[in-house]
């Protein structure tokens, strides 16, 4: 999908718990994705990416899951902090070419 | 590696001049990419260039904007003049290899036209 940031989705979860942040992607035929996790001032930053070989991928203290059938992705944060709070974007290589697209966007909120 | 590095953090001129952004992005990157950042439209991408070379401009919104990127450690982009509309936090993105892989942001460029 396009990003549109009219109205950002936004996710609020209870220090400590696991959030969970999912993400629709458009084309078919993208094989490449990755979460962005942007907080306020600053760029998007990497956390995460998966190939379409796979289905779940783990990093520290984040897991990808990747549902090609009904093209779905999701971002799970165990244990969520603080620091987690921010935009979290997820983008696919869509045609396959040179760019990357951008999802819109699901602001993590965590609350105290 | 310091990242990708833009200048300037912030940058509030007056409708009708000249504001060139400038960007160095980590070295052995083969992409460089320029993107807008609004509330009203999200990320976009502007113009992106491989080893240098311009390859895809369709998102450079009008004539006023340019981009350039003279050697493989630096580029700019231009808008000339400027409006309100163009008000909008600008980054600089680069990837290593062939595209569509992890891009690398920059801290971006806070503009505001008045």
């Known amino acids: 999908g396009e990003s549109v940031g009219l109205h950002l989705p936004t996710l609020s979860v209870q220090e400590g718990d696991n959030s969970i942040i999912n993400c629709a992607y458009s084309?078919?035929?993208?094989?490449?994705f990755i979460w962005y996790k942007q907080e306020s001032g600053k760029g998007p930053q990497f956390i995460i990416d998966?190939?379409?070989?796979?289905d779940k991928r783990q990093g520290q203290r984040v897991t990808v899951l990747l549902n090609k059938t009904v093209k779905h992705l999701s971002l799970q944060i165990a244990a969520t902090q603080p620091g987690d709070s921010a935009v979290y974007f997820c983008?696919?290589?869509?045609?396959?070419?040179?760019?990357?697209?951008f999802g819109k966007g699901t602001r993590l909120h965590i609350l105290p | 590696d310091a990242g990708v590095i833009q200048s300037p953090r912030h940058e509030v001129t007056e409708m009708g001049q000249e504001v060139t952004l400038r960007c160095k992005p980590i070295?052995?990157?083969?992409?460089l990419f320029w993107y807008r950042q609004t509330m009203m439209r999200g990320l976009e991408l502007l113009i992106y260039?491989?080893?240098?070379?311009?390859?895809?401009d369709s998102g450079m919104p009008e004539d006023r904007f340019s981009a350039k990127m003279p050697n493989a450690s630096f580029s700019t982009l231009k808008i000339q003049p400027s409006e309100p509309r163009d008000s909008a936090v600008y980054f600089c993105?680069?990837?290593?290899?062939?595209?569509?892989?992890?891009?690398?942001f920059g801290p971006g460029t806070r503009l505001l036209v008045l």
């Open positions: 998966i190939r379409s070989n796979m």
């Open positions: 993105a680069s990837s290593l290899g062939q595209g569509g892989e992890t891009q690398y």
């Open positions: 070295s052995g990157h083969d992409y």
């Open positions: 260039f491989n080893n240098n070379v311009p390859i895809d």
């Open positions: 983008a696919e290589n869509g045609n396959r070419d040179d760019k990357i697209i």
């Open positions: 084309n078919s035929a993208s094989d490449y």
